[in-house]
C-alpha cells in the first residue's frame, strides 16, 4: 500500500490518495470504506457491485470475526484468502475487528489475554495469536491490530488499562503478521485525552504503516469529540493514513475530515437501508426548496425520506431527481414502497445502491472542497443547512 497527501485545507483537512497492490487504480481520501458482511455488502450482490462508483467504492471493510462461523481459516487460506475466494481481484479490503453491527467490544470481559466481543456466535475472547491466525488466512490489503475498546463511562484505571492492552497486542500482532498487507496500529483511550494521548505517541513509534482509531462511537458527545481527534492527530505522522470506526453521520464524516481523518469505517448506509430509508440531503447541506416545506411531507426529515410512508404509495418519482445510481435511473418510490410493503428482498439492494452512490457523492463533494481551499465553509455551511432544515421540520410538526 502507497499513501500521499495532495492537498491541505487551512486546517488539519486533507486530501490524498491510496495505492493498494492489487487495484491499478488510486484511491482518492477522504474516503468511506464499505461495510460488508463476509466481505460482501449486505444486500448488494457481487454482480452489481460494478454499477457504484468506480474507484471510491473498491475499499470493502471485512470483521474476521464474522469467519468465525462456517469456514475454518485454512480452508480460507487454502482457497488462496479473500480475494480469491469472494472472486473480488480489484477490490482492496480492510479487516477491522469491530463492526458495529454483529460484533461488538464488551469491555467487561476483556483481560489480559485478548479482547472480548459480543458475536454471532455468542461471546468470545480472542486473542492476538487467534487473530493472527485469521489475518493470515484472510490476506487482506489492510488490517487493524487487536485493541481493547472501552466506552467513555469507564474509570481512568479502566483507561490506562485498554491502552497498555492496546500497545502489548500491537507488539505482539507485529510479531506475528505474515508478510504483506499494510499493517495499521490501534489507538484507543477512551474519552480520556491524556491516554489518547499516550497511546498515539507509543503507536507512532512502531513500524506500521497507518492507524486505526478506535473506541468512537461508544458514548461520546459530539461536542468533546473535535478535542479527542485533535490530540491523536497531531501527533501522527502526516505522510500515514488514518483510519477510524464509528462516525457514520455525515456531520460527524466531516467532524472526523476536520481533524485529518482519510479512512471511514461506517454502517450508516446499513442501518438506513435496513430501515427502509433513502438518503436526499443534498451535498452541501443547504435545500434549496426548504421554503417549500409542506406538512405532506410525512416520511423525511431532509436528510432522508421514509420509503415505507404511505406517500410515497404512488409518487412515480425517482428517490432522488437527477441521481446516476442504478436505482433512480430505473425505478421509482412507488416501486420500492410496494417491495417494501410484500418484504420483497429487493427492495434492500435498491435502497443500499442508492445510499451507498449517495454517499460516496458526499465524500466527493468533501474532497473537492478541500482541494479548492474550501473545506472550511463547506463544513460550516452544511452544518448550518442541517440547522435550518431541523428547525423548520419542527416549526411545521
Known amino acids: 500500500m502507497k499513501f500521499a497527501v495532495k492537498a491541505w485545507s487551512n486546517g488539519s483537512a486533507r486530501a490524498g490518495v491510496v495505492q493498494l497492490g492489487n487495484f491499478p487504480h488510486p484511491i482518492e481520501t477522504p474516503c468511506l470504506l464499505l461495510s460488508t458482511r463476509k466481505g460482501l455488502p449486505f444486500f448488494i450482490s457481487p454482480d452489481l457491485l460494478p454499477s457504484l462508483p468506480s474507484p471510491d467504492s473498491h475499499l470493502l471493510q471485512v470483521c474476521p470475526l464474522h469467519f468465525l462461523e462456517g469456514l475454518s481459516p485454512k480452508t480460507i487460506s487454502n482457497s488462496g484468502g479473500l480475494h480469491q475466494m469472494l472472486g473480488l481481484h480489484d477490490y482492496g479490503l480492510a479487516a477491522v475487528t469491530r463492526d458495529s453491527i454483529q460484533c461488538l467490544p464488551e469491555y467487561n470481559s476483556t483481560n489480559k489475554v485478548g479482547a472480548s466481543f459480543e458475536t454471532p456466535c455468542g461471546r468470545l475472547l480472542i486473542k492476538p495469536v487467534e487473530y493472527m491466525e485469521l489475518i493470515s488466512s484472510m490476506r487482506p490489503n489492510i488490517w487493524a491490530t487487536l485493541a481493547d475498546e472501552v466506552p467513555t463511562w469507564v474509570s481512568d484505571k479502566r483507561n490506562r488499562t485498554s491502552v497498555d492492552r492496546t500497545v502489548r497486542w500491537l507488539d505482539d500482532c507485529i510479531a506475528l503478521s505474515p508478510a504483506g498487507g499494510a499493517v495499521?496500529?490501534?489507538?484507543?483511550?477512551?474519552?480520556n485525552v491524556e491516554e489518547r494521548r499516550r497511546c498515539a505517541q507509543e503507536v507512532a513509534k512502531r513500524n506500521v504503516s497507518g492507524y486505526w482509531i478506535g473506541g468512537f462511537g461508544l458514548g461520546e458527545s459530539r461536542d468533546e469529540r473535535p478535542a479527542l481527534l485533535n490530540t491523536i492527530t497531531d501527533i501522527l505522522p502526516e505522510e500515514k493514513p488514518r483510519l477510524i470506526c464509528g462516525l457514520g453521520l455525515p456531520e460527524e464524516v466531516l467532524q472526523g475530515v476536520a481533524s485529518g481523518i482519510d479512512l471511514f469505517?461506517?454502517?450508516?448506509?446499513?442501518?438506513?437501508?435496513?430501515?427502509?430509508?433513502?438518503?436526499?440531503?443534498?451535498?452541501?447541506?443547504?435545500?434549496?426548496?426548504?421554503?417549500?416545506?409542506?406538512?405532506?411531507?410525512?416520511?423525511?426529515?431532509?436528510?432522508?425520506?421514509?420509503?415505507?410512508?404511505?406517500?410515497?404509495?404512488?409518487d412515480t418519482s425517482p428517490i432522488v431527481e437527477g441521481c446516476s445510481?442504478?436505482?433512480?435511473?430505473?425505478h421509482t418510490k412507488a416501486y420500492i414502497n410496494h417491495l417494501l410493503n410484500v418484504h420483497e428482498m429487493?427492495?434492500?439492494t435498491l435502497i443500499e445502491i442508492h445510499n451507498t452512490h449517495h454517499y460516496l457523492g458526499f465524500f466527493r463533494a468533501i474532497r473537492e472542497a478541500i482541494k479548492t481551499g474550501n473545506f472550511e465553509q463547506f463544513h460550516q455551511q452544511f452544518i448550518e443547512g442541517r440547522r435550518n432544515c431541523v428547525a423548520v421540520a419542527a416549526v411545521h410538526a
Open 325 to 330: 445510481c442504478y436505482t433512480c435511473q430505473n
Open 184 to 191: 495499521f496500529g490501534a489507538i484507543v483511550g477512551g474519552s
Open 265 to 314: 469505517d461506517s454502517v450508516y448506509i446499513y442501518h438506513l437501508t435496513l430501515g427502509g430509508f433513502a438518503l436526499t440531503f443534498p451535498f452541501n447541506g443547504v435545500d434549496e426548496n426548504e421554503s417549500n416545506f409542506q406538512l405532506s411531507d410525512i416520511g423525511s426529515d431532509r436528510t432522508k425520506i421514509n420509503l415505507r410512508a404511505t406517500v410515497y404509495r404512488k
Open 346 to 348: 429487493l427492495a434492500q
